[in-house]
Structure formats: structure tokens, C-alpha cells
């Protein structure tokens, strides 16, 4: 039934290529946030989800091309450009790496490939999310993705299904890209502004109620995961919460529901630090936190190769060469992994497409539109989205991570759009 099911969705979406080719996009985004061929492996077992939503999604943009519904004018914004010189920066750097060959816990043909084709479904899907119907249902894309991983964790826990842990900590589905608990705690992190600010566009009470119950739920799935960064990232992602909504009300509810909800979760992570200290009492040799360590020789390897970097997934290579006996680990922080393993710029780069995002808030609270406006929502989510995405970026490795590139999407279009309102007002008003 779920194979039948399948194939009628990919006849659905090669069919609306006719009549609405962002569809394609839409389901192109689904499957790289959900990941569903490692949840539901005997659905989509032997079928190639990836390549098939991949290309509808290209002839998408050729057939939104041919009608001319694709916005090309946003391929000039200076986000674009940013993300291209990355892009660039990244293949130049694999090859001019002096690594090459050298041992790696991920290979580096797998993470440039993975990283380019990122990068070019980013560039293939921009310019089809027009108007405000596609991106409506791109931001509730993102909330019910998760939503449902959400229902996934404490699933787990309710249903005592204990081989989905590993001491005593949650793990994501087996084989995904989020079978490790940070990395799906980050994509929970980046739905939350969705599914919080969700909370002031529904009307109904019994919406209203499903809001404030999905919450506390996505900081026990965060417990669960037992990760810390999740935990900070969400409590910081309250802060430009409060900042756009301006209601003395609205902030004094989320913030006391979360300290409620910490005192009473808490204990868990507590255990898990204090076995840490414990751990580290018994063998002394070993540092308490090996981020630190890692972070330490991430800081002094970038003076060493400040251009092209040490090659794509080179840190532990260059660690070993230069540090040796310092660290295993990889960097554990997206800004020092693009600067140590593909040079300064494009870790400076990433910074700017960071702070380009978030500044996007001033933009939010200073225009006077309400939440129930679309663009204004999905603008607001978005930069909230992408402040916890890269809270959570200081502790990961997070380069080829396609939910941030997503968000990024989403908040240039939004970003478009609104500043298009905007200058319409203007003009209508002189």
C-alpha cells in the first residue's frame, strides 16, 4: 500500500509540471528534509527517491522557465553571490589540497559531492518558489517535517522502543544523515520558529492548543537526544522571538513554559555532564570537553593554509601533520571547518551569509505587517530558523547540511518579497 501510495505521489508531481512546476521544488525539499528512504526503508527500497525528486525538480525550473513563471531577478542578490564564491572556493580547494589520498572519517568524494549538489538544487529551486501560495506551503513543509520527528522521538520514548538508544541517548534513524541526535536535534531547532510563530496566524483554539503542545514536546525530543547545543540554540532563539513579537504577554508565557520545562527535564543532562566530570576523573590523560581541544587546533591551523585551506574534509589529515597526538576528532564548528579544510574566505563567507540572515529581524519587526501576512512570517521564521541553525553550528560540522540551505531559500524570497511590498506602499503613497 505504501509503494502505491508512492508512485501515485511521484505521478502527482510529474504531472504538475503542466499547470504548477514548484511543486516539484516542494517535493524535491520534502524528501531532503524528512529523509524518508530511512525511516520507511521497505517503501522506497530499491527505489532512487533522491535522483527522481532531484529531476523533477530540474525540469521544474526548465518548464517554469518555458511559461515564465521563474523569478530570475533573484539570482542577484548579494546572498547569491556569496553562496556561488563558496561553491567555487570549495571545488578549488579539493584541488589544490596537499592531502590528497589521505585517510578520512568521511571521504571527501562524498562530501564535495554531496555539497554540490546542494548547491545546485539551491540555485535550481530559487527562482520557482513565486508568489505566495509556494512559499506558504514550503514554511509549513518545514513545520510538519518537524513535527513528525518530533512525534518520532518521543514516540520512541513512550513506546519503550529502547533499541533506538545508545547509552541511554536517543539516536536518529539508522543510516540517515540524522542518525546523529545533534544533527536531528538541529533540524527540530530550525522548525520551532515555524511551528512557535505558527501560534499567532491560526485562529481556531483547538490550533492553538495543538501549538503550544508540539513545543514542550520538541524540547523533550531535545532531552532525549541529550543535546546540549539544541537546548542553548532554542533557549537563544527565544531572544529575537521576543525581539519581533513585542507583546510583554507572549514573552513572559514562552519563557516561563521553558524554565518550567528545563527544571523539570533538566535532570537528565545533568546526569549526562556529571558523568562526563566523572569520566574525566578516572582518566585524567583525557580533556573534559575534546570540542575544546579541537576548536584549539582549528584556530592554529588556519594560519597555516589561509587560502585554499587544507583540502575538503583534510582537518584530522592536517591536525595529524601538524599537531600529531592532539586530536582524532574532526572540528566540531562549521565556521572553523570551512576554514581550516577550504580556506579563510569561505569561512568568512559563511559568517556573512549567517549575519545577512539574521539582520533579516530588523527588517521583520520594523515593517508594520502583522504575522498573518506570509511573507512577513515566513521572513521572521526563517532568520529565527537560521540564528538556531548556526548556535548549533559553533558544536557541528554542519557544511553539507541541507535544511540551512533551505532556510537561506526561504528567507531570501521572503526577504524579496516584503521589500517589494515595501517600495510598492511607498510608491502608492506618493
Known amino acids: 500500500m505504501g509503494r502505491l501510495l508512492l508512485y501515485v505521489m511521484i505521478f502527482f508531481t510529474g504531472a504538475s509540471l503542466l499547470y ?68 567555487v572556493w570549495v571545488n578549488l580547494s579539493n584541488y589544490f589540497s596537499p592531502y590528497k589520498g589521505m585517510a578520512a572519517s568521511v571521504s571527501p568524494d562524498i562530501v564535495l559531492s554531496t555539497f554540490n ?30 513535527v513528525y520527528y518530533v512525534y518520532w522521538a518521543n514516540s520512541a520514548y513512550l513506546n519503550q522502543e529502547w533499541h533506538k538508544f545508545v547509552n541511554n541517548r536517543l539516536v536518529g534513524p539508522s543510516q540517515s544523515p540524522y542518525r546523529d541526535a545533534n544533527v536531528l536535534s538541529t533540524l527540530i531547532v530550525m522548525c520551532l520558529p515555524f511551528v512557535i510563530l505558527l501560534f499567532f496566524r491560526v485562529k481556531s483554539p483547538i490550533q492553538k492548543a495543538a501549538i503550544i503542545f508540539v513545543t514542550p514536546l520538541a524540547w523533550h525530543a531535545m532531552v532525549l537526544f541529550s543535546s546540549r547545543a539544541a537546548l542553548l540554540a532554542s533557549v537563544l532563539s527565544l531572544l529575537p522571538i521576543a525581539y519581533v513579537l513585542r507583546s510583554r504577554k507572549a514573552n513572559i508565557l514562552i519563557a516561563t ?44 591551523l588556519i594560519p597555516e593554509y589561509p587560502v585554499f585551506g587544507a583540502g575538503v574534509q583534510m582537518f584530522e589529515a592536517a591536525v595529524a601533520n601538524h599537531f600529531p597526538g592532539t586530536t582524532p576528532h574532526v572540528a566540531h564548528n562549521t565556521f572553523l571547518n570551512f576554514s581550516v579544510n577550504t580556506g579563510l574566505p569561505t569561512g568568512i563567507l559563511f559568517l556573512t551569509l549567517i549575519y545577512i540572515s539574521c539582520s533579516r529581524v530588523k527588517v521583520s519587526r520594523n515593517h508594520d505587517y502583522a504575522l498573518t501576512e506570509n511573507d512577513y512570517y515566513a521572513l521572521t521564521a526563517s532568520s529565527i530558523s537560521l540564528f538556531g541553525f548556526f548556535i548549533c553550528s559553533i558544536f557541528l560540522d554542519l557544511i553539507i547540511y541541507e535544511p540551512f540551505y533551505i532556510a537561506l531559500m526561504i528567507n531570501l524570497i521572503s526577504y524579496n518579497q516584503v521589500m517589494k511590498r515595501s517600495c510598492d506602499l511607498k510608491q502608492n503613497a506618493i
Open 117 to 146: 549538489s546542494i548547491i545546485i538544487m539551491y540555485f535550481v529551486m530559487l527562482p520557482l518558489f513565486v508568489g505566495e501560495r509556494a512559499l506558504r506551503f514550503l514554511c509549513y513543509l518545514f513545520i510538519a517535517v518537524g
Open 257 to 300: 513554559s521553558f524554565i518550567l520545562f528545563l527544571i523539570y527535564q533538566g535532570s537528565m543532562l545533568l546526569d549526562r555532564a556529571t558523568d562526563t566530570i566523572e569520566s574525566a576523573n578516572v582518566d585524567a590523560e583525557q580533556p573534559l570537553n575534546p570540542r575544546l581541544v579541537s576548536w584549539g587546533a582549528g584556530l592554529r
Open 20 to 87: 504548477a512546476p514548484w511543486i516539484t521544488g516542494l517535493a524535491y525539499v520534502a524528501n531532503s528534509l524528512l529523509q524518508p528512504q530511512y525511516i520507511w526503508n521497505w517503501v522506497f527500497q530499491d527505489i532512487p527517491i533522491f535522483r527522481i525528486t532531484a529531476g523533477l525538480a530540474i525540469l521544474g525550473f526548465l518548464f517554469a522557465l518555458a511559461q515564465k513563471k521563474a523569478n530570475l531577478e533573484i539570482y542577484k542578490n548579494k546572498q547569491n553571490v556569496a553562496i556561488l564564491v563558496i561553491w
